[in-house]
């Protein structure tokens, strides 16, 4: 409950904001009056609450005609002027620059900074930009609002010791994504605010957006966090969320949230990492490109709340497939990029440096599960992968939602288990060297490796503990990788399934009664063609489930 200070607070936030469903001019005479207001977190729950009994309208921008001419290639000519970044002086480790707003950026993104808890605006102004003087963006009106904003790596005087390293650390763009580089200086993978109705054939899938930002001055230059808050709007529910984001060896953020739905929602994904997967060494075809693999992400890793390790390998399938892990109160999950050779590669991008990204509750969540969504895409240039958490309860109108996690941003899970790990998932043709190939067999081959393979005794094999859905087994066998690597095992078997329809496998290394790995999960789409190059006629949605 707010005292009377926090009542007052929210008052006058409320009236400063208010005109969230009005032209954003109307909001930027309100706030350059430079008196500010104090917030507090609860402050902005309060508004978040009260905002969600209206109805929602879009937020517009009276200069859509001028954004429409600021295309891609407008775009990378404008660049902030670093010399007049937030906390470019002082205090504080880390300078603030913002993204200028253009044809693909088009919802306008009010910033606050908050000095001593009162929070004052940052008032857009294009000569915080260089740009060239027949710049469309010459033609926006002042205050028209910012797309977006970075965190710096470093104060201004040490950008020149990065040498390749990332200059900047955290980025805030669209709608409510976000993304951080990990412990090897790379973006890739990126996170939402929330995910709703991903996937869903009879709906079209909403996209909220961050529509105010507001950023805690640091005490000192000492300081290791940054404490941000925005305010989540969109069609469904309107939210508050605070992040504190450390920069460590990559980026910890621990993220609160109170959302207020204005409507139902079928699909209810809390917590969303959204990533790219292309191909692997899975299921490449031939000459669909030159280099070997393509993702930011190759799998989905889960540590349920009983306590198992589950490791399922990325699909590019060939319709739309949403497969849900039902669990009870998980300890995490997270996409990551397990395979870091440079050789499996072979592009400038720097794929084997893309960070992994680990989803840790901070309380318990309850019943529901992780559900994973793989869209068939033909191209690296679509982010075709989703991982969430939706609660069993349905997400109706009027229910509110409490939350805490923490996103870690690094190169591994944070908690890595002493398990032996899946590390490749190869196919081929089934049968036996050297003897017709059976037609509908497909052979699978599953590597692990970690410590408890190399403590085997000499002559002892592991056993390949096998469930599917569907079709039979055969010639099933483990054997260690011949490339003088301790604990490198594999475990190979064929696959006879009819039919096109997916199939669930499951498969664990184990000796007498010791679990020796991770437990490896797949779905096998018999008819695949050319990742992304749907020969069938428009996809129907599939669901998949699965107990974790």
């Known amino acids: 409950m707010l005292n009377r200070r926090e009542l007052v607070s929210f008052a006058s936030l409320y009236a400063a904001l208010a005109s969230l469903n009005v032209p954003a001019a109307v909001v930027a005479n309100a706030a350059t009056s430079n008196e500010g207001v104090r917030l507090t977190f609860d402050t902005l729950v309060s508004l978040a609450e009260e905002t969600a009994l209206k109805p929602y309208v879009r937020p517009t921008t009276p200069t859509d005609a001028s954004l429409s001419k600021i295309d891609y290639e407008a775009l990378g000519h404008i660049r902030f002027d670093p010399t007049r970044a937030l906390f470019s002086n002082g205090p504080g480790k880390y300078p603030i620059t913002f993204f200028h707003m253009g044809k693909f950026f088009r919802v306008p993104v009010k910033m606050h900074v908050i000095t001593k808890g009162i929070a004052h605006p940052i008032i857009y102004d294009k000569t915080l930009f260089t740009m060239p003087a027949d710049s469309p963006a010459q033609a926006l009106a002042p205050d028209s609002g910012f797309a977006g904003f970075r965190l710096q790596e470093n104060r201004l005087e040490d950008q020149k010791k990065l040498d390749w390293k990332q200059n900047d650390w955290v980025a805030f763009l669209g709608a409510s994504y976000f993304r951080a580089i990990g412990e090897q200086y790379q973006y890739g993978i990126s996170a939402r605010g929330i995910a709703l109705d991903v996937a869903q054939a009879d709906k079209a899938e909403e996209f909220p957006d961050f529509t105010h930002f507001w950023f805690e001055t640091p005490i000192d230059n000492r300081q290791p966090t940054m404490t941000l808050y925005a305010l989540l709007d969109g069609r469904s529910l309107c939210g508050a969320y605070r992040f504190v984001v450390n920069r460590t060896k990559g980026v910890v953020m621990d993220i609160e949230a109170a959302l207020f739905l204005r409507q139902g929602v079928d699909r209810f994904g809390i917590a969303p990492l959204t990533s790219m997967h292309w191909f692997d060494e899975t299921a490449k075809r031939t000459a669909i490109d030159w280099r070997p693999e393509v993702h930011d992400s190759d799998g989905l890793a889960l540590w349920t709340g009983t306590g198992e390790r589950i490791w399922r390998p990325l699909n590019n399938p060939p319709r739309t497939m949403a497969s849900a892990f039902s669990d009870n109160n998980p300890r995490g999950f997270g996409l990551l990029q397990r395979d870091r050779s440079f ?16 989803v840790e509750p901070l309380e318990n969540w309850g019943e529901g599960s992780v559900q994973l969504v793989e869209i068939p895409t033909d191209d690296e240039i679509h982010d075709n992968i989703v991982a969430m958490w939706v609660p069993k309860e349905p997400a109706e109108a009027g229910q509110q939602y409490r939350l805490k996690y923490r996103l870690h941003w690094l190169s591994d899970e944070p908690y890595p288990t002493d398990l032996a790990r899946c590390v490749a998932t ?14 509908g067999v497909r052979k699978f081959v599953v590597e692990f490796t970690g410590a408890p393979l190399e403590k085997l005794a000499f002559g002892v094999r592991p056993e390949a503990v096998l469930w599917s859905s569907r079709g039979t087994f055969s010639n099933v066998f483990t054997e260690p990788v011949p490339n003088d690597v301790a604990g490198h095992w594999r475990a190979q078997f064929d696959l006879t399934a009819e039919g096109n329809e997916p199939v669930e496998m499951r498969l664990y290394l184990r000796q007498g009664e010791m679990t020796l790995s991770e437990s490896w999960l797949y779905q096998y789409h018999p008819f695949n063609p050319v990742p992304g190059a749907l020969a069938q006629p428009a996809p129907h949605r599939s669901t998949s489930v699965s107990k974790a």
Do not use: A, I, T
């Open 343 to 358: 050789d499996h590669y072979l592009d400038g991008v720097n794929y084997q440096r893309r960070p992994s990204v680990w």
């Open 426 to 439: 190869r196919l081929g043709n089934g049968g036996l060297p050297g003897q017709p190939r059976p037609k």
